[in-house]
């Protein structure tokens, strides 16, 4: 629930990126991550002394990947040379992937 939460508040901060790049899927590929974050940042939550920069720094970096991870398919698209039908057919193939 709370990666659904953080995906609708970037969206209602205009960083769309998810709509395109699943977040979800990067942060499965660095689960390991992911939660050894989750639990150092949580770490003395109990007596307000935690310290959630760990995990921002984490879902920071997720987001700057998805947004390579745009990137780079944009830049693919546009250097193929391919028709707007084509370029859609690419991406939903990738997307599947």
Known sequence: MSRLLTLLLLYQNMYIVGKYISIEMLIEKSKD?????????????????????PFLKYYLGVDLAA??????????????????SERVKHVFIQSCL
């Open 67 to 84: 947004y390579r991870e745009f990137s780079s398919r944009v830049e693919t698209l546009r250097s193929q040379g391919l028709t707007k």
């Open 33 to 53: 991550s992911y939660y050894e974050t989750l639990q150092m940042s949580s770490a003395g939550w109990h007596d307000y002394t935690n310290d959630y920069k």
